[in-house]
Each structure stands twice: as structure tokens, then as C-alpha cells.
């Protein structure tokens, strides 16, 4: 970033009551497409590619970091944002490299508003940078805006503005978490709402199914006590039945999940959603939810049979 620009930076902040810290710049390769392994990464096509790829110096890493890392020739320092990857050694571009694996990097974040998981490889200094990834060099700057949320939208939108720059190289968070807000948060009332109909749907058949059925039982079920039907063993069987009936919906919910999920966490990566734990996660409490809820009704099914058939 040249005077002129940072000049630009600072006029607009303050006319917009911005204040900004932590400047840094950051030269990287430009990113390459391709698919990263436990073993190695391999380029590809868009089509087929996962990740993007940028190797940065480690002179510019401690200088962002605030770090004193030390690396040989052979050794890399790789960072993705899921947390997930674990290896030793890699190989780039034909040749291996021994890796540890960063928790951390403040200046992470995805070339391009690209849909690949953005991953990046500190080497000991340019030249092994251009091996691994020869690709041009560009440059990266950066910095913290602290402000009104309102006056931080209006900051974005007229530093952009000021610097002519287009919205593929160009990010700012408050502008970002507006427009994920309003993606997501549509997906999600849709979701919620299709879901609801759905589960209520399901449960209201099965409840009346089973009272219809209650109905249709009822003589059968005295017959049986007249001839020797324990109180305990009708309500025993009732149970069995009106559980089986109950669970079979939750089994399958379970068994379309496990089948849905690698479609699920496709979709999800199309808007940058690498958080494996957090899927995880909110799976887990939804099919939690939709138990706790179907077992409610059965209880409650399970009362309104057994008073209607008397046992």
C-alpha cells in the first residue's frame, strides 16, 4: 500500500468517525486451486478443486504474528481455518516438507471471495515460497475498524468507493456479516418453518393413527382381559406398540441425515462454511429436539390409548 492510499484511509475514517489500527501488509503468491490430503496437495481445476492455496514468507508471518517462529529449508508452517488437518509431512509441488500445523493466523481469509477452503504455507523465505506455489506475487492490506456498526457500512462502502476497487478484492467485515445475515438467516426460517410443518405433520398423523386404532382395539383388548390380560401386561404391549410406531420416524430422520450429510457439507462450503464441529453440533441438538419432542407425544399418546381401551 503506497502514502497515497493509506492518506485515503485515514480521510475516510475520520470523516465516517472510524478509528483504525493494526496495519499490515502481506505479499503471498496468488492462491492455486487444487485438493489438499494428508500426505499432499495436488492442483486441479475448478471443478474438482477444494482448496486455494498461497505460500507467504516468514519474515512477513512473525511480522503480523508478533511470533519468533525459525524454520529450515525443508520445514513449512501450513494454517487452515477448520482446525481439522493433522500431518507431519507434505508434499508440494514434488517435494516434502516437514509441517507443523499453526492454530492461528491473523491475517487469514479467503483470495477472491472464493468458494475453496483457503489455506495457507509459511516457508523460510521467498524463493521455497515460489517453488512451492510459483505463481505472481500480490499484495495484501489490512487493518482493524472500530466504530458504530452503522458508521463502520458506511466507512466500507466509501473507502471502496474511494480506492475504485472491485468487490473480488476487496472485503470488509460489517459489510460481510450483513450479507451472510441476510442469506443465512432466510435459509434458516425457511429451514425452521419447513421442519415444523413437517415434524408436526408426521406427529399429529401417528398421534390419531394410534387412537383410530385405539378405537379398533378397545373390544379386543376387554375380550383379552376377560380371559386372563393383566392390567400391567395391556399396558406393557401398548407401550411396545405406540414406542415402535413413535421411534421408526426418528430412525429414519437418523438414517437420512448420515446418508444427506456429505451433500450437506458441500452446500455448506459454497458459502465458506468449514466449521466441521459446528455441523456436527447443530445436528446433534436438532435430532436431540426432535426426540425429546416425539417422545412427549408418545407419553402422551400412550395415556389417551390406554383410556380408551381401558387398561
Request: glycine letters at 6%; proline letters at 3%; hydrophobic letters at 45%.
Amino acid at each position: 500500500m503506497n502514502t497515497q492510499h493509506r492518506q485515503t484511509i485515514q480521510q475516510v475514517a475520520q470523516t465516517t468517525h472510524i478509528k483504525t489500527s493494526r496495519v499490515q501488509d502481506l505479499a503471498m503468491t496468488t492462491p492455486s486451486a487444487g485438493s489438499l490430503t494428508t500426505t499432499s496437495f495436488t492442483t486441479a481445476n475448478e471443478n474438482a478443486a477444494t482448496q486455494q492455496l498461497a505460500t507467504v514468507t516468514l519474515a512477513d508471518y512473525n511480522r503480523i504474528q508478533g511470533t519468533h517462529q525459525q524454520l529450515k529449508a525443508n520445514q513449512v508452517l501450513l494454517y487452515t481455518p477448520d482446525h481439522h488437518y493433522h500431518t507431519t509431512t507434505l508434499k508440494l509441488n514434488g517435494q516434502a516438507y516437514q509441517v507443523k500445523i499453526l492454530p492461528k493466523f491473523d491475517f487469514y481469509f479467503n483470495y477472491g471471495h472464493s468458494i475453496f477452503q483457503p489455506v495457507f504455507v509459511v516457508t523460510a523465505n521467498a524463493k521455497i515460497a515460489r517453488q512451492i506455489n510459483p505463481n505472481p506475487w500480490v499484495h495484501i492490506t489490512g487493518f482493524n475498524a472500530t466504530g458504530a456498526a452503522s458508521a463502520q457500512t458506511k466507512f466500507a462502502n466509501q473507502l471502496q468507493a474511494k480506492l475504485a476497487l472491485p468487490n473480488d478484492s476487496y472485503s470488509a467485515k460489517v459489510v460481510m456479516a450483513k450479507f451472510f445475515r441476510s442469506i443465512f438467516g432466510g435459509f434458516l426460517f425457511v429451514g425452521m418453518l419447513i421442519s415444523l410443518t413437517m415434524g408436526l405433520t408426521t406427529a399429529l398423523v401417528i398421534y390419531y393413527k394410534q387412537l383410530s386404532e385405539g378405537y379398533a382395539d378397545q373390544k379386543r383388548f376387554k375380550t383379552m382381559q376377560q380371559v386372563g390380560l393383566s392390567r400391567r401386561e395391556s399396558k406393557k404391549a401398548i407401550h411396545s406398540q405406540v414406542l415402535m410406531v413413535f421411534m421408526l420416524p426418528i430412525v429414519g430422520a437418523v438414517v437420512h441425515l448420515l446418508f444427506a450429510y456429505p451433500a450437506i457439507k458441500s452446500v455448506l462450503q459454497v458459502f465458506s462454511m468449514y466449521d466441521l464441529n459446528l455441523l456436527i453440533g447443530v445436528s446433534i441438538t436438532t435430532l436431540g429436539i426432535l426426540v425429546a419432542a416425539y417422545l412427549g407425544l408418545y407419553v402422551l399418546t400412550t395415556k389417551v390409548y390406554q383410556r380408551i381401551v381401558g387398561a
